[in-house]
């Protein structure tokens, strides 16, 4: 097999948004997509824009994707990279697509100068999670992570709150 990665283009934005649509329907969670080809060229390679991607072809065929950004770690002084979504094609699952993808964006990171190169994963996904332990990656199970989105964001930015029971 032959791998190409390469940084993902205006181009790539309808085979980005097909790789999103995929991802979602395996983490089931399909119905929460609103992404579309404008909204992902706006964001990813609109003027502004904080994310990057990268594509990845097997025998010149897409097989995969990544879309990350840089956060701050201030206890590190120094950035880091975030690995939003990672998603391989079934067909190309167990090819080292997977393995590639995250070894580019940790040399990514290197030669950024980021301290982290993080990412979130469910919990029942194990074939991620042995992947993720096989090149070393540690569990940060000490933290829990929390978000705010749609209705309970707009809420909460316009000040109305509910007390939560203590």
Same mark, same amino acid.
């Not at 909204?39 to 994707?65: D, P, Q, W, Y």
């Given at each position: 097999?032959?791998? #190409?990665?390469?940084?993902?283009?205006?181009?790539d934005?309808?085979?980005?948004?097909?790789?999103?649509?995929?991802? *979602?329907?395996?983490?089931? *969670?399909?119905?929460?997509?609103?992404?579309?080809?404008?909204?992902?060229?706006?964001?990813?390679?609109?003027?502004?824009?904080?994310?990057?991607?990268?594509?990845?072809?097997?025998?010149?065929?897409?097989?995969?994707? *990544? #879309?990350?950004?840089?956060?701050?770690?201030?206890?590190?002084?120094?950035?880091?990279? &975030?690995?939003?979504?990672? &998603?391989?094609? =079934?067909?190309?699952?167990?090819?080292?697509?997977?393995?590639?993808?995250?070894?580019?964006?940790?040399?990514i990171?290197?030669?950024?100068?980021?301290?982290?190169?993080?990412?979130? #994963?469910?919990?029942?996904?194990?074939?991620?999670?042995?992947? &993720?332990?096989?090149i070393?990656?540690? =569990?940060?199970?000490?933290?829990?992570r &929390?978000?705010?989105?749609?209705?309970?964001?707009?809420?909460?930015?316009?000040?109305?709150?509910?007390?939560?029971?203590?």
């Amino acid at each position: 097999m032959t791998f #190409v990665l390469r940084p993902a283009t205006p181009d790539d934005a309808a085979t980005i948004l097909r790789f999103i649509r995929e991802l *979602a329907a395996y983490e089931r *969670a399909e119905h929460e997509v609103e992404a579309t080809e404008e909204t992902i060229r706006s964001s990813i390679f609109g003027e502004g824009a904080v994310t990057r991607a990268l594509m990845c072809e097997v025998n010149g065929k897409a097989a995969g994707f *990544a #879309v990350w950004f840089y956060n701050y770690s201030t206890w590190q002084a120094r950035k880091g990279l &975030y690995l939003e979504d990672l &998603y391989v094609t =079934p067909e190309f699952r167990g090819s080292g697509a997977g393995k590639l993808i995250l070894r580019k964006l940790a040399e990514i990171a290197v030669k950024e100068g980021c301290g982290r190169f993080e990412w979130s #994963v469910l919990d029942w996904n194990e074939p991620a999670i042995r992947v &993720y332990k096989a090149i070393g990656a540690e =569990p940060q199970d000490e933290w829990v992570r &929390y978000r705010l989105s749609g209705k309970a964001l707009h809420d909460f930015a316009a000040g109305v709150t509910e007390a939560a029971p203590a």
